[in-house]
Every structure is written in C-alpha cells, then in structure tokens.
C-alpha cells in the first residue's frame, strides 16, 4: 500500500480508519479471541464480508497471523503479530478516553489498573499476549 502522504497520522489511518479493524484487534487484545466465529458474535455485530476483509487486510499488513486450528482442519485461528502486539498502548488510550467521554467504558477492573499503574498494566498485557501459545 502505498501512503497518501508522509504524514504519519495519514499513514496510520490508512490501517485504522475504519471502526472494524481496531474492534477485531480489541477482542483479540482483551476478550481473548482468535477465530471467526468469535469475531462475528461481538457485540457491535460485524457483517461476515467485512469481518473477511477485515481479517485479510490485518494479515496482509502483519498485524495477525492466520493458521489451521489443531482442532478442526477447516477452522483457522488468528493471533497477533509483534506489530499487533504493539498496538496495546494506542487501543488502551483510546479505551481510556472513550471511558472518560462514554462511561461505563472499560472493564472497571482493567480501567483500575490502567488508572493506577498504565505502564505496568499495558506490559502485562503485552507479555500475556507475547507469551500466548502459536499453533
């Protein structure tokens, strides 16, 4: 892709100027999910062709990667990439200011500890999803 501009913010909104690709990444950062299914059953409920390209478009770039489930040969799983993992400290920042603008916002338990320690609690989530298995 080639960027509009050198702006970096345009650069960045050429990944991320849709509300769906930073949801996907959400639900894998914090509701663990990996497939699918799981993405179409969030709760802004995603229309399965933009889910699709969604998903193509986040493994193109090298945010996720796609592999075979273990499971069941005709399931794949999505995980992050160290360049999706990357993004954890943009999506709590916008989580935290959509909670300040919106409330109830965050999980109240994740937006304690963002209020008390934000850079331990964005490492320990970095690590968690760091250290998540690959298939």
């Known amino acids: 892709m080639k960027p509009r501009s050198d702006c970096p913010l345009s650069f960045t909104l050429d ?14 950062m914090l509701e663990n999910k990996s ?3 799981e993405f ?7 229309a399965t062709n933009i889910l699709a390209d969604r ?15 273990t499971d069941k040969k005709s399931k794949f799983v999505y995980s992050l990439t160290e360049k999706g993992i990357s993004l954890v400290p943009v999506i709590m920042e916008i989580g935290l200011w959509g909670s ?17 320690n934000k850079e331990a ?3 320990s989530l970095q690590e968690k999803l760091r250290s998540k298995p690959q298939l």
Do not use: C, H
């Open 15 to 28: 990944f991320f100027g849709d509300k769906w690709s930073l949801l996907i990444l959400r639900d894998m």
């Open 40 to 46: 179409l059953r969030s709760d802004e409920k995603i």
């Open 55 to 69: 998903l193509s478009m986040l493994e193109t770039y090298g945010f996720v990667i796609k592999q075979v489930a």
């Open 121 to 123: 609690t964005i490492s």
């Open 100 to 116: 300040t603008f919106n409330p109830p916002g965050l999980n109240p338990q994740l937006l304690n500890a963002l209020e008390q």
């Open 35 to 37: 497939t699918y299914g």
